[in-house]
């Protein structure tokens, strides 16, 4: 599997997106295709922006698949911080976060009694 990529905008207020195709196809024929597809729905595109109007149509017309989030299996995010490296998922509209968390999410102070655990005085 082959991965291209279309932007759009400037780099800091742009998008991007991505597609894949099972043949490697050349930098500057996947350049001609997509000024081809840009060319075919610059004028009459419903999608939300240009870059996936053009996808959409080369999934239509080249064989490309448009990768989008309803193709994701898992979404990650990481962090530097174990608390904030958590598993995402899709199911139709709604997004699933999965997260470990200490005593239900409650912060304890070591001097505090846990879950489950008396309190003693010594």
Same mark, same amino acid.
């Given at each position: 599997?082959?991965?291209? =990529? !279309?932007?759009? +905008?400037?780099?800091?207020?742009?998008?991007?997106?991505?597609?894949?195709? *099972?043949?490697? !196809?050349?930098? $500057?024929?996947? $350049? *001609?295709?997509?000024?081809?597809?840009?060319?075919?729905?610059? %004028?009459?595109? %419903? =999608?939300?922006?240009?870059?996936?109007? !053009?996808? #959409? /149509?080369?999934?239509?017309?080249? +064989?490309? !698949?448009?990768?989008? @989030?309803?193709?994701?299996?898992?979404?990650?995010?990481? @962090?530097?911080?174990? *608390?904030?490296?958590?598993?995402?998922?899709?199911?139709? @509209?709604?997004?699933?976060? $999965?997260?470990?968390? %200490?005593? #239900?999410?409650?912060? &304890?102070?070591?001097? /505090?009694? &846990? #879950?489950?655990? *008396? =309190? &003693?005085?010594?």
């Amino acid at each position: 599997m082959h991965f291209y =990529e !279309i932007h759009e +905008g400037d780099e800091e207020v742009g998008a991007a997106v991505l597609l894949a195709h *099972e043949e490697r !196809i050349e930098p $500057f024929e996947f $350049f *001609e295709l997509v000024k081809k597809a840009r060319t075919l729905v610059m %004028e009459s595109y %419903e =999608e939300d922006s240009l870059a996936e109007a !053009i996808a #959409n /149509e080369l999934q239509r017309s080249a +064989g490309f !698949i448009h990768v989008t @989030d309803s193709l994701l299996v898992a979404s990650v995010n990481v @962090d530097e911080k174990e *608390e904030d490296t958590y598993l995402l998922t899709d199911e139709g @509209d709604t997004r699933t976060l $999965f997260m470990s968390r %200490e005593e #239900n999410g409650e912060p &304890h102070d070591d001097d /505090e009694p &846990h #879950n489950g655990e *008396e =309190e &003693h005085d010594d």
